[in-house]
């Protein structure tokens, strides 16, 4: 029974000494780019709904608004 604790205890120690000896930091630099990545796209796609609203879609909806109240006869 003793014997059964210690090799438990041991292999408990072996584990979380194998952790703190890896100095990987990977997971620090993916999450730094994947959230890179996004931030730009984010704006990316932010500028080019902005440019399409105000060419494309506001001015047809403003010019299709002023004819609906248009009481000029």
Do not use: C, H
């Not at 080019?48 to 002023?66: D, E, G, R």
């Amino acid at each position: 029974m003793f014997k059964k604790v210690t090799r438990k205890i041991r292999s408990a120690f072996q584990t979380v000494q194998a952790v703190v000896v890896s100095k990987k930091a990977e997971g620090y630099v993916d999450s730094g780019v994947k959230i890179l990545i996004a931030v730009v796209i984010g704006a990316l796609l932010l500028a080019l709904l902005y440019a399409l609203f105000n060419t494309t879609i506001m001015p047809t909806v403003t010019s299709k608004i002023t004819s609906m109240f248009s009481y000029t006869k």
